[in-house]
């Protein structure tokens, strides 16, 4: 049967819709219906990023969503601090900037956040550790 729009992307939210194995009358599961909540509002973010990356209030709102990773994925590499503070600028800052390569349809929302988290401390370590030696070696 062919559909005069494309509804594919219908289909698979209500599949994965939290209220999608509830009786009538009943209540999901809390838990379940906060993360899709929070998943929704994450990629409503990533769209507003990428259409503007400037945009504070979607960063904000994105970094409200995933905080707990985001923050974790930081303290793993550069431990608490005023290095950790600068690093969750330029981490917020990359993810802003390659919101725009972002496809609902292809990646989580939350894959695509820490893969680019997980990148830019990467990149962040290896520049400090970089600094570090062409100091060290300088001084002789």
Known sequence: MDYPIDISRF???????????????????PSR???????MKTEKALARLASNRLDDAALAELYRNDKVKIDGIITQWFGKGTI???????VLVRIAENAVHFRPQ????????????VQECQRLY???????????????
């Open 11 to 29: 289909l698979n939210r209500l599949m994965s819709s939290p209220w999608r194995n509830t009786r009538r009358g009943e209540i999901p599961d």
């Open 33 to 39: 219906l906060e993360k899709s909540e929070r998943a």
């Open 84 to 90: 950790a503070t600068d690093a969750l600028s330029r």
């Open 106 to 117: 292809f990646q989580k929302s939350e894959d695509f956040i820490v893969g680019h988290a």
């Open 126 to 140: 290896s520049e400090a550790n970089t600094r570090i030696a062409l100091a060290h070696f300088s001084r002789g």
